[in-house]
């Protein structure tokens, strides 16, 4: 197994990791970075608990080999908060009773930024597009996506 | 006037507080089993499984795989003998002489990443000599069928069930009550239904997954995902031949359970292979494909209905057989069997019953508890026979439910009185909310819109003295720290536990924090997180333990102060009296005590409180009548409503509303009971129209999510309504009992009685793909090629 040296920047920090070439972006996160925030559901691109943000864009980090990372900049479920105060979209998904078991919370959060940062407000329908390759079986998804609309509110209302 | 177990200060219950866990989940701080790091000792277990659904196992060869650098252990059958199972004991660690079904544990390798592990697989050679297989529950229960459990005889059982050794009928709960056979003479309208309900899976996000090590002098530990923590001590110990002590499970945040990670199942295998390498952590993470065929299903059932009522529409009698396919083994399945067969009449009274209720071993993947125990199988088909039934003899269905749905002092099918229920508010309120009586326009010329309805009842079901513990511990800054052994599996339960707590001793919730993990060795003891029966059952602990040591501060400060403990309360963690009008912060003695009044020494000392409960009046059933005193602790009931539109071009459902009324007795956290709703509505609807696990030959033909669809985001109804009805639970803690489960109950009936209405067609089961129902327009003649 041939190894490979990269460089790439998570959640802020520039991070060096060696790697095997058949390591995917998520395992480099949980094994390499101890970043276990990123959740496995099902290593084939189904599920959406392992969703980062790879250079601005929601991706599914189980479909990603860790070498195609190089340079990029990765952000997961604990780069999402400042110092300070949460995300807006973490704030509203505590408020509107959007997490049960919180397994695919992570990747939720991260597909909900993604489509904030796009668009700053999102329709329900535009939501409910957006999370649709994030599987939830406790919710029933209806207070996440009344979450992502009032996390749409706060980040209004900060800016 | 109800006796409640009511404390005096309530203030954090029924209010609708934030998740305790909700920060930590959305920071990724939260801590699942498998996000433990154990450093580079750690090893990777994979399992070898049988690719037929029933074989002799002749030959196992494990001789290249051990061969292999990097594997630490190779096991088989061989190693372990005993036999493991939570109500009858009929299965074995890993398989030794026969496989029952595919995937059946044949032989496990742990090594030192999962790639070599999952290579080491390929090098063990199983030599089978295949045998028939049984394919399906009613074949199986005859005397044709092959014997899966020739042994069934020798399995140790709990009192409860009854086994028929010498058949595939590995349970068969019986009910006879009045006369079946003379009351359809006097009925004016009969019906005779049978339906199929596929088996499911119960597809949490996070998947199966245990760390299991056990050190030189053989104590075990057990990190996994479990809803059972101190059900797996128990059980695997007993297995393993060591003590329960000797056995410690820790058991982080579950990633969803539905059931699914109850009792005993894969963490087994784990812990086997671990006693092979000592010193070492080995990790089993199910895959997502076996999650689906090796992990707990959700029984198969065909189920048959006769029902009568007279020309009033009052039911007269029901005769109602049930084949459970409860798979290669049956050890949990046996009970829902039971279950089903008690709750038999759906919640009407009925005065003559025959029911028959049999688990049947197959060569399908191994049944177990999923969300609902049975009941949403069962309801399926009984919630359509009552439409039917009401059709029949030309009565509205929700009148026909308001004459026969149980009301307090009801006779039960087994023969004990229903307690007090808000069963027909429910339904009022259900049928209310969707406009019942009321046909509203499709939204297109190409539609068909239709409402359906459908009530629900259910128990938990477990042993009569399943029970519940809890301790109460306080510190210096006056937080009050709290021990419980249920699991929070996405429910809520730490949340509401926290605010019990804090409502029974008298501080803020926030002063409240739960000891978690629960681990075996320091949390108190629970029986499993199953039933529904948490805030009921653990509930009523809490309460015990806050009052314990609120006596103790109270005792202590009237001594101080020379009052009566009765003058004195707790509130909002200050010591406060009645009389005096003195206060004492609670933090002032949680640990150091108070100065005796004469200056010479101290009272009191570090605050401990403990608590239990356990149900006592829980009775047996007569194994011929099924008929009994007590059968349950209670029953949750509900209603669910359904408004939706058939597409036909494409036999395609939009659920347009859903509605849910049930009745909690007591919603100490309203938005999270409403949660509860909203989520078991959804998987309902999910069940209902998607979910169906397809089994060819015993082969599980869609094991993944593109194959096996739950529902998205994009298949939410679009408008759904919760409504929680409080009719107290005599001995529930404020009155409450339990809404986990109940929540999708009644969803695939009232969405199937939405569709008959809306297409005039039934079917004989789901899922309702667009293609089912476009074939079934298209036959009716209702749509044209």
Known sequence: ?159 | MEKTNTPKSHSPVGESKPRIDAREKVTGAALYADDIQFGNKLLHARIKRSPYPHARIKKVDLTRARALPGVKAVVSGEDFSGYIGLYLKDRQIFCRERTRYVGDPVAGVAAINPEIAEKALGLIEVEYEVLEPVLNPEFGASPQAPLLHPDLGQYVVASFILPRPGSNISNHFKIRKGDVASAWKKCAAVIERKYRIPHIQHAPLEPHVAIAKVDESGEVTLWDSSQSPFAQRDLIAETLGISQSEMRVIAPLVGGGFGGKAGVSMESLAVAIATKVKGYPVKLLLTREEEFYTAFVRQGLVATFKMGCDKNGRLLAMENTFYWDGGAYTEYGVNITRAAGYSCTGPYEVPNIKADSYCVYTNHPVGGPMRGFGMPEMHAGLEQCIDELALQIGMDAVEFRRRNCLKGGSILPTGGKMHPTGLSECLEKAAEAIDWGKKAPPTAPNKRRGKGLALMWKAPAMPGNAGSSAWIELAEDGMLTLGVGCQDIGQGAFTVAAQMAAAAFGVPYESVRVATPVDTRYSPYEWQTVASRITWSTGNAIINAAHDARQQVLDLVAKAWDETPADLDIVNGMVVSFKSEREIPVKDLAIKGLPKADGKGWMGGPIIGRGNFMPADVTGLDPETGQGEKAVVHYTTGAQAIELEVDLDTGRIDILKGVAAFDVGKAINPDMVKAQMEGGLIQGISSALFECLQLKDGVVQNPSFVDYRIATSADLPKSVQSIIVEVPQDDGPWGARGIGEHSMVPTIPAIANAIYDAIGIRFEGPPFTAEKIYLAMLEAGIVKG
């Open chain 1, 1 to 159: 197994m041939a190894f490979h040296e990269i460089k790439l920047t998570v959640n802020g920090g520039l991070e060096q990791v060696r790697i095997p070439s058949n390591m995917t972006l998520l395992r480099m996160l949980r094994e390499s970075l101890a970043l276990t925030g990123t959740k496995n559901g099902c290593s084939a691109g189904e599920c959406g608990a392992c969703t980062v943000l790879l250079n601005g864009e929601p991706v599914n980090s189980c479909m990603v080999l860790a070498v195609e990372c190089d340079g990029a900049e990765v952000v997961t479920v604990e780069g999402l908060a400042g110092d300070q105060q949460l995300d807006p979209v973490q704030e509203a998904i505590i408020h509107s009773g959007g997490v049960q078991c919180g397994f695919c919370t992570p990747g939720v959060l991260i597909s909900s930024r993604a489509l904030l940062d796009r668009n700053p407000d999102p329709s329900e329908e535009e939501i409910s597009e957006a999370l649709v390759g994030n599987l939830c079986r406790c919710t029933g998804y209806i207070r996440i996506i009344e979450g992502v609309k009032e996390a749409a509110r706060i980040q209004t209302a900060r800016s």
